[in-house]
Each structure stands twice: as C-alpha cells, then as structure tokens.
C-alpha cells in the first residue's frame, strides 16, 4: 500500500478554518486524507513551523524548497516521490496520483463544536487561531 506525506506551509490547522479563503479547499483535502487513513494508505501531515525537522531531514524536500521556495508548499508525495507541489488536490486527483479510488472521509474540524452553524461561524471569527 502507498505511503503519502504531506509537506505543508506554517499555519494554524489542518482544516483551513484559520484562512477562510482556503477553509474548503483544506476540509475536502482533509476528508481526502482522513478516507485514504481508513483504507489503509499510511498518510503523514508535516507542518512547517511544527515540524522543521520534517523538512531538513528529507533531501528531496530540502532540494524543493531550495529551488522553489516555500511556494512548493504543499508538497505532497507518495512513496518518496513528489506528485504535487504548490496546491491541495480534491479527492479524484489525489487518488489518481494514489492509485486507488479514495473512500468518503469526515474531516474533523480542528476546534470548537462540529455542527455546520457553529462551523460557519469559526469561520468568520479564526478562533483556532487566536
């Protein structure tokens, strides 16, 4: 089966309720994730300011960052190889790069209470980041 790590920018959370621009974007990569760990695909998240020594410990993504900068940031690999740089793939397109057809996931929101409203309004306030 697969290994996939993920090689992310500094931010706040996983979900992307911190940026509001890419809050949907993030929760469907998320539910992506979250659907290839349940079938059994390995799948590892790295976050920049967490996490350094992720990024200076793996020679391919210390070769990206040095000659993309941190715009290669999400760096997505799937067994030790790059499959994309610089975006979040939906769903079909990180099965695609997978191999394998990605069953539907429940992101987990990262703080506060899981109802939709509730959602909406972390939202608007960024309270995982205050």
Same mark, same amino acid.
Not at 37 to 56: I, M, T
Not at 74 to 88: A, N, Q, R, T
């Given at each position: 089966?697969? #290994?996939? +790590?993920?090689?992310?920018? +500094?931010?706040?959370?996983?979900?992307?309720?911190?940026?509001?621009?890419?809050?949907?974007?993030?929760?469907?990569?998320?539910? @992506?994730?979250?659907?290839?760990?349940?079938?059994?695909?390995?799948?590892? #998240?790295?976050?920049?300011?967490? #996490?350094?020594?992720?990024?200076?410990?793996?020679?391919? &993504?210390?070769? $990206?960052?040095?000659?993309?900068? &941190?715009?290669?940031?999400?760096?997505?690999?799937?067994?030790?190889?790059?499959?994309?740089?610089?975006?979040?793939?939906?769903?079909?397109?990180?099965?695609?790069?997978?191999?394998?057809?990605? $069953?539907?996931?429940? $992101?987990?929101?990262? *703080?506060?209470?899981?109802?939709?409203? $509730?959602? @909406?309004?972390?939202?608007?306030?960024?309270?995982? *980041?205050?």
């Amino acid at each position: 089966m697969a #290994r996939i +790590a993920v090689y992310e920018p +500094a931010g706040c959370c996983s979900t992307g309720v911190c940026d509001p621009a890419t809050s949907d974007t993030m929760a469907q990569f998320a539910s @992506a994730m979250d659907g290839l760990n349940k079938q059994g695909v390995e799948v590892e #998240r790295f976050e920049l300011s967490s #996490r350094p020594d992720a990024f200076a410990s793996n020679e391919t &993504v210390k070769a $990206a960052l040095e000659s993309d900068g &941190v715009e290669c940031l999400p760096l997505i690999m799937v067994d030790g190889e790059i499959v994309s740089k610089g975006m979040y793939l939906d769903k079909d397109a990180l099965g695609a790069k997978v191999g394998i057809e990605i $069953a539907a996931g429940a $992101a987990e929101p990262c *703080c506060g209470p899981s109802d939709v409203k $509730a959602e @909406a309004k972390e939202e608007e306030t960024s309270a995982c *980041c205050s």
